[in-house]
Nanobody, 117 residues
């Protein structure tokens, strides 16, 4: 079983930056594809970014060029650097893990990000 613990959320003004972290345990980190998702109350959870074990990354169009996902194998941690934040980025952000190219089956508890205008 994979355990995921997120941190780094908070309140920031529009145009500001935040970095989210997600520490993984319970499985060899190199076997995991790591992703970030977000959810606003009343809406479905949406994909934000993902990074494969070999380092390639993918982004949702809404965050491309503003967000950067990375992973640190020595710390078994994935990061989401969020720059130029907008009020519409306000959401609960979830870290997720998948085995290789499989579905995301493991989820963190979520961390709130609030961007004020």
């Amino acid at each position: 079983q994979v355990q995921l613990v997120e941190s780094g959320g908070g309140l920031v003004q529009a145009g500001g930056s935040l970095r989210l972290s997600c520490a993984a345990s319970g499985r060899t980190f190199s076997t995991l594809t790591m992703g970030w998702f977000r959810q606003v109350p009343g809406k479905e959870r949406e994909f934000v970014a993902s990074v494969w074990s070999h380092g390639s990354a993918s982004y949702a169009d809404l965050v491309k060029d503003r967000f950067t996902v990375s992973r640190d194998s020595a710390r078994s941690t994935v990061y989401l650097q969020m720059n130029s934040l907008k009020p519409e980025d306000t959401a609960v952000y979830y870290c997720a893990a998948a085995l290789g190219y499989g579905p995301y089956e493991h989820w963190g508890q979520g961390t709130q990000v609030t961007v004020s205008s």
